[in-house]
């Protein structure tokens, strides 16, 4: 799958983690009645398209993302969400809806890392997932998103914000 | 003018003095300096001739000169005011400006609109959204079914395109924005807050009077 001719034209199947139904404090059953809130088209091309943005006019680097796209259902992503927390030590501040805050332990060059997630819907079976930091240093922030979160996200990513795979 | 090269700075067309740019901009003189200063390694990256070239914003942007997308080509078109094919440094400055984070709420909204008005008819019409769509998965490398497509457009311009024509025209965007404020995050770049610490200019490259600013 790494010779690009084999893989032209291929699109792997992503197939989301099964997980077993966790009902906690009614969160659950709220996910499972409504959907996550619309993301609609002018958001999404004005969040996903690296075209529009302008800031790597600034940047030396490709910026990395801070958004991705997801095949798998809210909940899923929601729960994924959290079980990384975990593996970070992070704590999760609060969880609700589609939408969560999770905190670092250690304290880092600017406090505790805080990073809030948001789960929206473009179309079903394509969901948007935004981080945002809410507190701590951006650098640490940026290092968390590219470093730990990415590889343990790889398996409910569909796409990253501004990254072009595409052969042409 | 003989042999005897003047050592003022080379030509660059269209560069127009700092202090009349600031006059016309939120930025003060030193951050149209240092905006100079970024235009100059930009302008200079392919041909050096004191212009932007599409694909030198290009490089600018994607680090790869050859890269080109939709969205790309249509702010390159909106920053090249005079449709020239080249960005000066008067459309540079006066184009970023529009994303100043204390330019005006009405500039970067008819900016925006503008922007997704691909084809200037001033509407943007539901088969341009398509356009845009469809474009962005293919360089995303998403897949998704014509039907789900459409149903994104018709969800959005249920929202959007209040007098039912199928196009969405300036009023219609004006509301619809100030019901979805995140859609004019693109419109502000923080980092012309603190340009000049990115971009200093060299003190003897001033040409402003320390005293005039």
Not at chain 1, 6 to 23: A, E, M, N
Not at chain 1, 77 to 84: G, P, Q, S, W
Not at chain 2, 1 to 15: D, I, W
Not at chain 2, 195 to 207: A, D, K, L, Q
């Amino acid at each position: 799958m790494r010779v690009p001719w084999f893989s032209k034209g291929f699109t792997r199947s992503i197939s989301c983690p099964i997980l077993d139904d966790q009902v906690e404090d009614g969160q659950e059953i709220a996910r499972t009645k409504s959907p996550p809130p619309f993301y609609n088209a002018f958001e999404f091309i004005s969040s996903m398209s690296s075209g529009f943005d302008l800031s790597n006019l600034f940047e030396n680097k490709r910026k990395s993302g801070s958004l991705f796209t997801s095949k798998c259902s809210g909940s899923t992503i929601m729960a994924t969400l959290e079980t990384v927390a975990k593996t970070f030590n992070f704590r999760v501040v609060w969880s609700k809806g589609y939408k969560l805050k999770m905190e670092g332990e250690s304290e880092g060059r600017k406090g505790k890392l805080a990073v809030t997630a948001e789960v929206y819907e473009v179309a079903p079976e394509v969901a948007v997932v935004e981080f945002s930091k809410a507190a701590g240093d951006t650098l640490e922030y940026k290092k968390f998103c590219e470093e730990d979160a990415r590889p343990a996200l790889k398996d409910i990513v569909w796409s990253w914000q501004g990254e072009n795979n595409c052969q042409s | 003018m003989g042999c005897f090269q003047s050592v003022a700075t080379k030509q660059f067309p269209g560069r127009e003095d700092p202090v009349a740019l600031a006059s016309q901009t939120a930025f003060s003189v030193s951050e149209v300096e240092a905006l100079f200063e970024l235009f100059k390694s930009i302008s200079s990256s392919v041909i050096d001739d004191g212009l932007i070239s599409k694909e030198e914003f290009q490089l600018a942007l994607f680090k790869n000169r050859k890269k080109e997308n939709l969205f790309s080509n249509r702010i390159f078109d909106l920053f090249d005011v005079k449709g020239k094919g080249v960005i000066d440094f008067g459309d540079f400055v006066r184009s970023l400006n529009v994303f100043h984070p204390n330019a005006s709420q009405e500039d970067k909204i008819n900016f925006s609109f503008t922007l997704y008005d691909m084809d200037g008819t001033g509407y943007i019409e539901r088969q341009e959204v398509k356009q845009m769509l469809i474009a962005l998965l293919c360089e995303s490398d998403m897949k998704l079914a014509d039907e789900a497509i459409e149903t994104i457009l018709d969800k959005t311009f249920l929202e959007a395109d209040i007098n039912r024509d199928g196009k969405i025209d300036r009023s219609e965007w004006l509301n619809f924005v100030g019901k979805n404020p995140s859609l004019l995050k693109i419109m502000t770049l923080p980092y012309l807050r603190d340009i000049t610490t990115t971009f200093p200019s060299f003190v003897f490259n001033s040409e402003v009077d320390d005293i005039a600013t």
